[in-house]
C-alpha cells in the first residue's frame, strides 16, 4: 500500500515533477513502515523510480519514530523497495541521549532488516565518537562498524580521554556498549593522562 500527497504534478510526461512531496509506505498488513517529505522531487514513470531533493525519512516501529534520516538527495526504486541516500547522511535515533550515524551513503532494501551505510561513517552521542568507512545497522539495534575503526571517549573538556582502533567494533545502541573484534591484528588502545 502507497499514500501520496503531492501538491503539483506535470502528467503526460517520462518524469513527472512534484512539490512537497509527503509519502507513506505501508505493509502488506497496512503497518506503517517508513514516511518520506521531500520540498523537490520527480518520479520517472519509465523507471518506476522517484529521484528525491533534501529528503527527509522517518522509519516507524508501529506509530513511533525509531530513526529519523535525512540527506542531500536520494532515489526511491524497486516497487517502493529500495531506498537510497546521498550526500551528508545523517541517521538520528529519538532517545533522551540522542545517537547521531553520519555518512556519505545509505542503502536499504525494506525486505532486509538491516542498514548499510558507506563512506566517511561517523558515529557520536554525549560519551564517544566512532570512525569507520562502512557499517551496518541491523534490526537487533546493534551497529557493526568495519576496518579501520577508530574509537574515541571524550572528557568533561570535550578533550580525547581515551583512543582505540580496531579492524570492527559492534555497538549496542539499546545497552550503549561497545566491543571490538580483530581477526589479524590486535586492537590498539591508547590512554591520555
Given at each position: 500500500m502507497?499514500?501520496?500527497?503531492?501538491?503539483?504534478i506535470d502528467?503526460?510526461?517520462?518524469?513527472q515533477?512534484?512539490d512537497?512531496l509527503?509519502?507513506t509506505?505501508?505493509?502488506?498488513?497496512?503497518?506503517?513502515?517508513?514516511?518520506?517529505?521531500?520540498?523537490?522531487?520527480?518520479y520517472?514513470?519509465?523507471?518506476?523510480k522517484?529521484?528525491?531533493?533534501?529528503p527527509?525519512?522517518?522509519?516507524l516501529n508501529?506509530?513511533e519514530?525509531?530513526?529519523?534520516?535525512?540527506?542531500?538527495?536520494?532515489?526511491l526504486s524497486d516497487n517502493n523497495?529500495?531506498l537510497k541516500?546521498?550526500?551528508?547522511?545523517k541517521?538520528k535515533?529519538?532517545?533522551?541521549?540522542?545517537?547521531?550515524?553520519?555518512a556519505?551513503?545509505?542503502?536499504?532494501?525494506?525486505?532486509?532488516?538491516n542498514y548499510?551505510?558507506e563512506g566517511n561513517?561517523?558515529f557520536?552521542?554525549?560519551?564517544?565518537?566512532l570512525?569507520?568507512?562502512?557499517a551496518?545497522?541491523?534490526?537487533?539495534?546493534?551497529i557493526?562498524?568495519?576496518?579501520?575503526?577508530?574509537y574515541?571517549?571524550?572528557?568533561?573538556?570535550?578533550?580525547?580521554?581515551?583512543?582505540?582502533?580496531?579492524?570492527n567494533?559492534?555497538?549496542?545502541?539499546?545497552?550503549?556498549?561497545?566491543?571490538?573484534k580483530?581477526?589479524?591484528?590486535?586492537v590498539k588502545?591508547?590512554?591520555?593522562?
Amino acid at each position: 500500500m502507497l499514500g501520496c500527497a503531492p501538491n503539483v504534478i506535470d502528467e503526460n510526461k517520462v518524469k513527472q515533477k512534484i512539490d512537497n512531496l509527503d509519502m507513506t509506505i505501508f505493509s502488506k498488513n497496512g503497518d506503517k513502515i517508513y514516511s518520506i517529505t521531500s520540498p523537490n522531487s520527480s518520479y520517472n514513470n519509465i523507471e518506476l523510480k522517484f529521484e528525491l531533493t533534501k529528503p527527509i525519512i522517518n522509519i516507524l516501529n508501529g506509530e513511533e519514530t525509531k530513526y529519523i534520516i535525512s540527506s542531500e538527495e536520494s532515489s526511491l526504486s524497486d516497487n517502493n523497495k529500495l531506498l537510497k541516500l546521498k550526500g551528508n547522511v545523517k541517521l538520528k535515533t529519538l532517545k533522551k541521549d540522542v545517537d547521531i550515524l553520519y555518512a556519505d551513503n545509505f542503502t536499504w532494501n525494506i525486505e532486509n532488516t538491516n542498514y548499510l551505510l558507506e563512506g566517511n561513517i561517523r558515529f557520536e552521542n554525549q560519551n564517544i565518537i566512532l570512525n569507520a568507512g562502512k557499517a551496518i545497522l541491523g534490526s537487533d539495534n546493534i551497529i557493526e562498524f568495519f576496518n579501520p575503526v577508530k574509537y574515541l571517549i571524550k572528557d568533561e573538556n570535550n578533550e580525547n580521554k581515551y583512543e582505540i582502533n580496531s579492524e570492527n567494533a559492534y555497538y549496542n545502541l539499546d545497552t550503549e556498549s561497545v566491543s571490538f573484534k580483530a581477526k589479524d591484528k590486535r586492537v590498539k588502545s591508547i590512554i591520555y593522562f
